[in-house]
Antibody, heavy 119, light 107 residues
Framework: EVQLLESGGGLVQPGGSLRLSCSAS????????MGWVRQAPGKGLDWVSS????????FYADSVRGRFTISRDSSTHTLFLQLQSLRAEDTALYYC????????????WGQGILVTVSS | DIQMTQSPSTLSASVGDRVTITCRAS??????LAWYQQRPGKAPNLLIY???SLESGVPSRFSGSGSGTEFTLTISGLQPDDFATYFC?????????FGQGTKVEIK
């Protein structure tokens, strides 16, 4: 069974940093691209970043490019998102998701981890 | 940047109804479109990819169509579990853009 478990969220001041982790199990982690999608309270879905299966190619939404960094560790089956220079508008539930080989879309999702940016 | 616009924002329907949600792209995206369902308090669930391909395990009452700039998601025979919010999403090799969502409510 595919499982994705996010951790590392919390309350951080504007301008601060945070590192999110997503522990993956139930599939061959090194085979699949992965990504992060966020959802502000009461709002819609907002794609943040994706990374290919090798970890060599990373892609970002314009709103986070230069501030967030996605990475992965195949030895520990973990996906990361480093968040820096955080702003109030980054407050959201952050989902980790697996990208399917056939669909090329997010076919499995974690339960989400809340990041709150506030002074 | 490509913008995705869904209509309507909210839709009221009854169990058994046929429901159609529209998604429009600001420019031609061929068939690079997916649909997701999100129930309250839950993570999204992939329904359709490549505009009309049904994701494994998704009931056949869900169908997608369209190409270019206009797309539709149809639910044929709405079930109680289908009252949720639906999002379209354009995708390519380097970015993804979601529509703002359509909430399907009980009439």
């Amino acid at each position: 069974e595919v499982q994705l478990l996010e951790s590392g969220g919390g309350l951080v001041q504007p301008g601060g940093s945070l590192r999110l982790s997503c522990s993956a199990s139930g599939f061959t982690f090194s085979t699949y691209a992965m990504g992060w999608v966020r959802q502000a309270p009461g709002k819609g879905l907002d794609w943040v970043s994706s990374i290919d299966n090798s970890g060599k190619n990373a892609f970002y939404a314009d709103s986070v490019r230069g501030r967030f960094t996605i990475s992965r560790d195949s030895s520990t089956h973990t996906l990361f998102l480093q968040l820096q220079s955080l702003r109030a508008e980054d407050t959201a539930l952050y989902y980790c998701a697996k990208i399917g080989l056939l669909s090329a879309n997010f076919d499995y999702w974690g339960q989400g981890i809340l990041v709150t940016v506030s002074s | 940047d490509i913008q995705m616009t869904q209509s309507p924002s909210t839709l009221s329907a009854s169990v058994g109804d046929r429901v159609t949600i529209t998604c429009r792209a600001s420019q031609n995206i061929d068939t690079w479109l997916a649909w997701y369902q999100q129930r309250p308090g839950k993570a999204p669930n992939l329904l359709i990819y490549k505009a009309s391909s049904l994701e494994s395990g998704v009931p056949s009452r869900f169908s997608g169509s369209g190409s270019g700039t206009e797309f539709t998601l149809t639910i044929s025979g709405l079930q109680p579990d289908d009252f949720a919010t639906y999002f379209c999403q354009h995708y390519n090799s380097y970015s993804r853009t979601f529509g703002q969502g359509t909430k399907v409510e009980i009439k």
